[in-house]
């Protein structure tokens, strides 16, 4: 929901931001995956979070969240040592902050995670870590680290495994038995 | 040409005129095998997936029948060695015999390879020059030659020996002599062609072992010369021939000794497996005492086992070898003993459990256990119909037509 | 001897000698139409190994067979037949610090490449092993049916095993009908028109990564995959044997594609590249990484590599 008279500062706000970034990330040299998936998953209507932020106080001091509470309750990154402002900007939301102040956009986020997951990081950029999709000699796709781990809850949570394999007994003749063939628990390819 | 004809019209009447015993005998087997036939028909209509065979025991009853009748069709030579490199009468004369035993031996392998084939109609493309025969690579493709040419070789020599004899006449040594020598080596090759196929086999540890070859021909030496024994008497009781004694208890002699070492290279194995301890004594501890509660072939194996020390007690001792009734009984236990140990008891093992740790315990269907009779069934007709034919060439009572007249 | 009495011995031996093999003989006549799923029993019957065919038999060939399987599944489908890509040679990673069990790829390559349903195959076996104990090297304690409700379990992790594609192939070794082979990208692959089905190649596998066709592979038709290559995901017939292919259909394009377990993976366990590439994510894995082969005693020399990322 955007009030129209905002609308334009906004913009002009996030550009100018993106110059800063674009140009003084200070990682020119390091070789940066060409290929990158659709842009982060925001939840619906929730960027740019200057929409709101803009006109609110900022409150530095850690502590329990009244908003985003589907988030702070869930919180599970590092709790003891970490909150909201260590990644986040206080004075623009619309970008995210390094540890040396420098700022980054979310579309960015896997140089903020890599501070930290330095090993991590260094895999990904080599296409070593994470999922793998795409050409393996052309167009690899690369995924941003919030595609696959919740930046604020990263674990990842333990699935239904898909059925096991029929036992060497359960494998008969099925010519007479007629009835369907059972179907692939994954689907049809799309 | 007229007399080939009233010469495959004496063959004929011999196979075909018999006692009352004989065509009880014959329709037995001829029941087996139709119904073998029947079945194997149905499993060639719904596939192999109606035997016990899976994706972890992948050889089962086929194989396991095969591996053991190679063995009896190895043991010709045992009678062969005797007869012709030690020029021990008693025996010589009842070489053919053997030959023609070792003949059905290799039809039935033939017979077992092919039901357990997957696609019978692509058997050409195993052969040289019509197919692509993987050789020297591929043990089977070794196999092939070495059991297509046994075959050929005993062929030759008994029915070129039984053509002669028909038409009363001596077999030149010099044809037969070079190819009864060669057969010796070529019976020796059969057999460990087969156990280095399952011996090469790194995937497989309880095949992967120096002792398999070894033990393949020992308990190949006890098997087939058991067999001999048994159908010596019989053919001494339904014919004129005159089987010495002598060569009977020979044969047995030389079949104590091949137990002695089948028994030996056993314990060997056992020392090996169970004194090392490592992974690889899962198999054995499978047939001997069951794995994870896996014990199916477990009173098989002790069963095989007992028959086995038994038969060699009864073998090696001459007042018990000597004596027809324990004679007879040693014979069968060995042949009991034997067909267990080599043949369940060693292509299943190989499986269990899976290069992935799984154990799968497979045990033959109706199917499989049918289809293996009318095999065993045909082997039996394919041989008495060449004894049949034989013991009256070799007593002289029938003789082929010629354009000398016909020969008494 | 004299020539007649030569004569008749031929043909006495040869009576007899046919009677005997005629009983084997006649089993495989019976066998090419019954059970069959060729309708063109005779094309089939004359076609030679991929191997020996020259580019015209090979075009006949996939024209008939995608008539056959046009016939059958009525579907229509593209067999391709493109050869290996030069200066490539196929290697894969597995990270074993990621899997979770969660079987995926297992359904993702039945999928993709024309696994039968009902009798089941799966080319890819997930085998959960408890940590802290013998680990890789003793895999009696390996269990690939667990069904808990969700992976991963504590206390265990998983190790997926599927083909090799070993350098040093023992199944390529042992195959009497030369069905089986190394092509020069690395894959091994099988003719599943010349396959005899013996299995003698299963016996030989260390990995248990062969799987055979006991009864008439069937696939639901709406989850048939129609873009097929000659030796890889085209269906196969009863009584043939199968395995991964590396998802030859999809790695040999231009552009190449990634195998369709490697893109379904949750948590990209799964690395795959070209060895001789020095750029390629495997050969990062291979010098970083410490990576290690099943069964590597056996010197099958895998180009299936497992390795620990963390």
Redesign the interface.
């Known amino acids: 929901m955007i009030r129209p008279a905002r609308q334009p500062l906004t913009v002009l706000l996030y550009l100018a931001t993106a110059l800063v970034v674009l140009r003084g990330t200070g990682t020119a040299t390091e070789e940066l995956p060409t290929f990158f998936v659709p842009p982060p998953p925001f939840s619906e209507g929730i960027f740019p979070c200057s929409e709101c932020h803009a006109d609110m106080e900022v409150n530095q001091k850690p502590r329990e969240l009244t908003e985003h509470t589907e988030i702070a309750k869930s919180f599970k990154h590092s709790p003891q040592q970490r909150w909201c402002f260590d990644c986040h900007n206080p004075d623009n939301r619309d970008v995210l902050r390094l540890a040396n102040g420098d700022l980054v956009t979310f579309e960015e986020s896997y140089k903020l995670c890599g501070q930290c997951h330095g090993t991590i990081y260094r895999d990904w950029k080599a296409g070593v870590h994470g999922k793998r999709t795409g050409e393996w000699n052309g167009k690899k796709l690369y995924r941003l680290c919030v595609q696959c781990h919740n930046p604020h809850n990263p674990r990842f949570k333990a699935i239904a495994p898909m059925p096991p394999p029929d036992t060497p007994l359960l494998i008969h003749n099925q010519k007479h038995s007629g009835g369907s063939i059972r179907k692939n628990p994954l689907g049809k390819i799309e | 040409m007229f007399y080939p004809i009233r010469n495959f019209f004496v063959v004929l009447k011999t196979v075909t005129k018999g006692n009352g015993y004989y065509y009880a005998w014959i329709a037995c087997l001829a029941t087996l095998m139709i119904i073998g036939a029947v079945s194997y028909l149905k499993q060639l209509d719904q596939g192999l997936i109606i035997t016990a065979m899976r994706d972890q025991v992948s050889w089962g009853f086929y194989i396991s029948n095969f591996t053991f009748i190679v063995g009896i069709a190895a043991a010709a030579v045992l009678l062969v060695v005797p007869a012709y490199i030690y020029n021990f009468k008693p025996i010589k004369e009842i070489v053919l015999f053997s030959e023609l035993l070792a003949v059905a031996a290799i039809t039935m392998c033939i017979m077992f390879v092919v039901v357990d084939m997957g696609r019978v109609d692509r058997l050409l493309h195993v052969l040289p020059l019509i197919g692509t025969m993987n050789f020297p690579s591929s043990l089977l493709a070794w196999d092939i030659i070495v059991l297509n040419g046994y075959l050929a070789l005993n062929l030759f020599i008994s029915f070129y020996a039984l053509y002669q004899m028909a038409h009363n006449r001596e077999y030149s040594l010099q044809i037969i002599k070079p190819l009864i020598i060669l057969s010796i080596p070529w019976a020796i090759s059969i057999h460990t062609v087969t156990a280095f196929l399952f011996n090469g086999l790194s995937a497989r540890p309880f095949w992967n072992a120096s002792i398999l070859a070894p033990r393949f021909l020992a308990s190949a030496f006890c098997s087939g010369p058991a067999i001999m024994m048994i159908i010596f008497q019989v053919i001494r009781k339904v014919s004129k021939i005159e089987i010495d004694n002598k060569a009977i208890f020979k044969i047995a002699e030389l079949v104590a000794y091949a137990m002695g070492i089948n028994l030996f290279l056993l314990a060997a194995e056992f020392f090996k497996e169970f004194y090392s301890g490592s992974v690889h004594l899962a198999p054995m501890e499978y047939l001997y005492f069951g794995l994870h509660g896996h014990t199916t072939l477990v009173p098989w194996m002790w069963t095989a086992m007992i028959f086995n020390i038994t038969a060699f007690i009864l073998f090696i001792s001459p007042a018990t070898r000597e004596n027809f009734l324990t004679l007879n009984l040693a014979c069968v236990l060995i042949c009991i003993g034997v067909y267990i140990e080599k043949g369940m008891g060693l292509s299943v093992p190989g499986f269990v459990p899976s290069t992935l740790g799984e154990i799968y315990e497979y045990s033959p269907t109706l199917i499989e256990k049918l289809v293996s009779l009318g095999i065993w069934s045909t082997g039996a007709l394919v041989f008495t119909l060449l004894v049949k034919f034989a013991m009256p060439v070799y007593t002289g009572e029938v003789r082929f037509y010629s354009k000398h007249g016909a020969v008494r | 001897?004299n020539a007649?009495?030569t004569?008749?011995?031929l043909?006495?031996?040869f009576?007899?000698?046919g009677f005997?093999k005629g009983?084997?003989a006649s089993?495989?006549v019976?066998?090419?139409p019954?059970?069959?799923t060729d309708a063109s029993v005779w094309q089939s019957?004359f076609q030679n190994?991929f191997?020996?065919m020259s580019p015209e038999e090979l075009q006949d060939t996939i024209h008939n067979l995608a008539k056959k399987y046009r016939e059958k599944y009525q579907a229509d489908f593209t067999i391709k037949t493109n050869g290996p890509r030069p200066d490539t040679l196929f290697g894969y990673?597995l990270d074993l610090s990621r899997c979770?069990?969660?079987?995926?790829c297992?359904?993702?390559c039945?999928?993709?490449n024309n696994q039968s349903?009902?009798?089941?195959i799966?080319w890819i076996?997930v085998?959960q092993l408890k940590k802290g104990e013998?680990g890789v090297?003793?895999?009696?304690?390996?269990n690939?049916?667990?069904?808990?409700?969700?992976?991963?379990e504590d206390g265990y992790f998983y190790m997926p095993?599927q083909c090799q594609q070993c350098e040093n192939p023992?199944c390529v070794?042992?195959?009497?009908?030369?069905?089986t082979w190394k092509e020069k990208d690395g894959i091994v692959v099988i003719d599943y028109n010349?396959?005899?089905?013996?299995?003698?190649c299963?016996?030989?596998?260390?990995?248990?990564a062969?799987?055979?066709?006991?009864?008439?592979p069937?696939?639901?038709k709406?989850?048939l995959?129609t873009e097929t290559h000659y030796l890889g995901n085209r269906p196969r017939?009863?009584?043939?044997?199968e395995k991964c292919t590396f998802c030859i259909q999809r790695?040999r394009d231009t552009?190449?594609?990634?195998p369709a377990c490697?893109?379904?993976?949750?948590?990209?366990a799964?690395?795959?590249?070209?060895l001789l590439?020095p750029k390629?994510?495997i050969r990062?894995?291979l010098e970083?990484k410490r990576v290690f082969r099943l069964k590597e005693e056996?010197?099958?020399s895998p180009k299936f590599f497992y390795f620990f990322?963390?």
């Not at chain 3, 299963?202 to 248990?208: L, R, T, V």
């Open positions: 001897m007649n009495n004569d008749d011995k043909e006495k031996t009576t007899r000698r005997i009983t084997a089993a495989a019976l066998a090419i019954v059970g069959s019957f190994n191997h020996e990673g979770i069990g969660c079987r995926r297992v359904y993702a039945v999928r993709e349903r009902d009798p089941q799966h076996s085998l013998k090297s003793d895999l009696e304690n390996a690939m049916y667990y069904a808990p409700d969700e992976v991963p095993v023992p070794k042992v195959c009497p009908a030369k069905a010349w396959c005899i089905g013996c299995r003698f299963m016996a030989a596998c260390p990995y248990g062969r799987h055979f066709n006991w009864g008439e069937r696939i639901p709406e989850e995959v017939y009863r009584g043939v044997v790695v552009p190449g594609r990634y490697v893109e379904v993976c949750p948590v990209g799964r690395k795959f590249g070209n590439d390629s994510e990062y894995c970083h056996l010197n099958t990322a963390t």
